[in-house]
């Protein structure tokens, strides 16, 4: 799954302040942060090559919602084995089943624990996309 260099992880939020945080977070952590801060941007990283090792995707996006992009995301097969990591604001039981039933592998709320996120993003570069039964 995981690149030979540094994982790529390709968060897109349109929270700069989150972007920068993270940044430094995940430099410090062996991976190489890819900032988009809307959804547009994330989908044109998503069209070049190599393709990011995970995604971080936020649900509240100024242009397309992260319901939205996660749908387009899940609807091409290229993507079948990208884990996609939701971190929101939105922590409502409903909102978290449905990003989890439209190929969310794992969901996060903000705020977050800085060990926390890290230690999913390595869980789902470890071990690759849940698998539904």
């Known amino acids: ?39 547009a941007e994330g989908a044109e990283v998503l069209r070049q090559k190599p393709l990011p090792d995970c995604v971080l995707l936020d649900l509240m996006l100024p242009d397309v919602s992260g319901m939205e992009l996660l749908r387009q995301i899940r609807s091409k097969t290229v993507f079948d084995a990208l884990p996609i990591i939701i971190l929101s604001a939105l922590a409502d039981p409903e909102t978290i089943r449905k990003g989890l039933e439209l190929g969310a592998d794992r969901y996060l709320t903000k705020p977050y624990l800085v060990n926390n996120l890290t230690r999913t993003v390595f869980e789902v570069l470890r071990d690759g996309r849940r698998q539904s039964s």
């Open 1 to 39: 799954m995981t690149s030979p260099t540094n994982p790529r992880i390709l968060v897109i939020d349109d929270d700069p302040a989150l972007q920068e945080m993270v940044a430094k977070l995940f430099s410090r952590a062996g991976l190489e942060p890819i900032p988009a801060l809307t959804a």
